[in-house]
Each structure stands twice: as structure tokens, then as C-alpha cells.
């Protein structure tokens, strides 16, 4: 038996175009983001899925159902432990100005590595990183053979994904996740593999602002 998940990032939202912090906070997708999504889920229309999971935001929410318009029948069920890292009171600043302060590597590795204290009024990173293994170990759990359908947010499938592949010996990822993107791992005789990364069927490219070089968790670079 082997299980394949599919691992979709959120199509672009007003806030990914205005450049501000989004984790717990929402926006909607724009009108771009939405097409882009619409691309996406024809990339996955003829997947045959036996679950769909998706984080509770509004933005994970709408681009889950568009793919699942493809797919009758398909009930979707929201998991809290796909939420994005919260940045607690930072939500909505401006990145270029937050990340001039705050390096990303230092925060996201430690953040990674589960020791990181949390912005106020956020997450640690043990807190992050336990609730997201319980999420995917819940759907792992719950679908051991066939396509599943997984929507959530930047960090949180960046951190899942390189949660395996160092696992399994694959290194660190080194692409990063485009808005609408598909990613894949695979689970078979309880091994987990992670198959693509950043697959781009809506073409948004690289998000802006990543820098050369890019390697997650950035310890392992």
C-alpha cells in the first residue's frame, strides 16, 4: 500500500500582493490568485483523492474547494494543526521592514528545531512543530493507501516537507513554494519519501523576496 500526499500551498492573497506578515491572520485570494488556483485544480482534476484535509483559514479553505469542485462527493475536513506559524503580534507588518530586523534563517531554524520562543502573542516552535507532526500524523494514520489531498500554507508544508526528506536522507529542501504549488510525498511500509517539490501549474514563480541560496530547515544549508 502506499499513500501519496499532495501537498497544495494556498493560491496568492491580497496580502501576499501588499507584502505583509500572514499566519494567523487572513486575507482573500485575489483574482489572480484565484485563476491560479483554477489552474491547479485542473493539474489535479483526474487525481483519484480519498480524502481532502485543509488548515481552517479562510485563504486554505477557498482554494481547497475549488480543487474539490473536480472532485464529487469529497468532504473536506479542516485541521487546526495545518494552520501557518503564527507571528503573533507582527501579524500584517510589512515584510521587506520585519525581516530587516529579524533574520529568517536564525528564526526558522530555530523555529525548525524547536526551540525557538515565539514572537508575543504567537507560537513557539515546539508548539508548531508538535502540532503540525500530529496533523500529519493523524492523516497518515487515517489514509494508509491512496491520493489525499492536503492544503495549507508556506512554513507549514515547507517544515513537513523537510521534516521527511532529512528523515529520509534526502537533504534539505531548496526550492521554495509558490503560491497554488503542488508538492508530493510518499508513505509506503511506513517510510516516508518526498517525491516533488513546488510543482507550478498556476506558473506564479518563485515567491518574491526569497534570497540565493535558499535551503530549508536553514541549518541544514
Keep these: 500500500m502506499t499513500l501519496t500526499l499532495h501537498l497544495v500551498r494556498h493560491g496568492r492573497t491580497v496580502y501576499n500582493t501588499e507584502?505583509?506578515?500572514?499566519?494567523?491572520?487572513?486575507?482573500?485570494?485575489?483574482p489572480e490568485g484565484l485563476d491560479g488556483v483554477r489552474a491547479t485544480a485542473e493539474a489535479l482534476a483526474?487525481?483519484?483523492f480519498v480524502a481532502a484535509y485543509a488548515s481552517p483559514l479562510g485563504r486554505t479553505v477557498a482554494t481547497a474547494q475549488e480543487i474539490l469542485a473536480h472532485h464529487d462527493?469529497?468532504?473536506?475536513?479542516?485541521l487546526d494543526g495545518l494552520k501557518e506559524f503564527s507571528f503573533g503580534d507582527h501579524e500584517k507588518a510589512p515584510e521587506e521592514?520585519?525581516?530587516?530586523e529579524h533574520s529568517p534563517d536564525a528564526v526558522f531554524g530555530a523555529v525548525f528545531d524547536g526551540t525557538f520562543p515565539g514572537f508575543p502573542?504567537?507560537?513557539?516552535?515546539?508548539?508548531?512543530?508538535e502540532r503540525t507532526r500530529q496533523a500529519f500524523a493523524r492523516i497518515t494514520a487515517d489514509n494508509p493507501d491512496g491520493d489525499v489531498l492536503v492544503v495549507s500554507h508556506g512554513?507549514?508544508?515547507l517544515t513537513h516537507l523537510a521534516r521527511v526528506s532529512m528523515a529520509a536522507g534526502q537533504g534539505p529542501l531548496t526550492?521554495?513554494?509558490?503560491?497554488?504549488?503542488?508538492?508530493e510525498i510518499t508513505v509506503s511500509g511506513g517510510r516516508a519519501r518526498v517525491r516533488r517539490v513546488a510543482s507550478d501549474p498556476a506558473g506564479h514563480g518563485i515567491p518574491g523576496g526569497?534570497?540565493?541560496g535558499f535551503a530549508f530547515p536553514p541549518q541544514a544549508a
Design 210 to 212: 526569497v534570497r540565493p
Design 175 to 183: 526550492t521554495p513554494l509558490p503560491n497554488a504549488s503542488v508538492s
Design 121 to 129: 502573542g504567537g507560537e513557539s516552535g515546539a508548539a508548531f512543530m
Design 97 to 100: 521592514e520585519f525581516w530587516s
Design 155 to 157: 512554513v507549514t508544508l
Design 73 to 78: 462527493g469529497l468532504d473536506l475536513t479542516l
Design 46 to 48: 483526474e487525481v483519484p
Design 19 to 30: 507584502h505583509l506578515l500572514q499566519g494567523w491572520c487572513d486575507s482573500p485570494l485575489t
